[in-house]
């Protein structure tokens, strides 16, 4: 037993030394900004590709922060086919419709369109739609009411104005899917009431 505490001992002072004379001998080196060993050197430099630098792959120099690739669609967005102009206003106006049938989506598109209005809309348009938010008295112009002089704008178009913005309005895109958007809309309509034969209040809605 006791010999075997022994070996156990000698070998421990052993690599103690060893241990020691490594220190040592990577400090002696003569260029004084060397690390010296690295005993894990994946710690210090990470083998793998980080992101936004460059890179040399097989002799390749690259910076790995691209562009996607053109023609390439994020994930849960759709291209969106109307320009930001007059014309695609317009067009939108005639061809574009909600993709979610009202049928199967309509009841539950108003309940959660009415949560994404309170949190992104009501302080402009206020909470019946009529243009009283808070906010909107610092505005230009405070927005038309949805069920006044927007009674009739068609689906095509608040979706194109949700996306694009108008007047003071911002474009939304950035912080609403179009799925959201597509939510307000139904909750815009429901606000709107039913659509209502134009009379001589409601020109305001023909083409501008
Ligand atoms: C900064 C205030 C502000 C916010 C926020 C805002 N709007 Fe507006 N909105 C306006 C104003 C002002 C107009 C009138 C623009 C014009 O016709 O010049 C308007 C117009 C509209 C119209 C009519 C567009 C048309 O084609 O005539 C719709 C629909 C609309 N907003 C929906 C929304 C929805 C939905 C949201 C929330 C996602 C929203 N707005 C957020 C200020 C705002």
């Known amino acids: 037993m006791k010999r075997k505490y022994k070996t156990i001992k000698l070998s421990l002072a052993t690599s103690c030394v060893a241990l020691l004379m490594a220190g040592f ?20 430099r990470s083998p793998s590709l980080e992101y936004y630098s460059v890179h040399t792959v097989d002799g390749d120099t690259i910076n790995n922060a691209m562009k996607p690739a053109s023609g390439s669609v994020a994930r849960g967005y759709l291209p969106y086919a109307y320009p930001n102009t007059p014309e695609g206003y317009e067009k939108a106006g005639l061809n574009l419709h909600n993709p979610f049938n009202a049928d199967l989506y309509r009841a539950d598109f108003e309940k959660e369109g009415e949560i994404l209005f309170s949190k992104f809309c009501i302080h402009c348009h206020g ?38 913005g108008k007047g003071t309005m911002g474009s939304h895109a950035s912080q609403l899917t179009q799925e959201e958007r597509w939510k307000l809309v139904y909750y815009v309509q429901k606000l709107q009431g039913p659509k209502v034969a134009p009379t001589d209040s409601l020109k305001v809605v023909a083409p501008r």
């Open 25 to 44: 001998s990577s400090c002696g080196k003569k260029d004084a900004n060397s690390p010296g060993v690295e005993f894990m050197p994946d710690m210090y």
């Open 127 to 164: 909470a019946a739609g009529a243009g009283d938010g808070k906010v909107s008295a610092k505005l230009p112009g405070p927005p038309p009411a949805y069920d006044g002089p927007l009674k009739n704008l068609p689906e095509g178009k608040i979706f194109h104005s949700i996306t694009y």
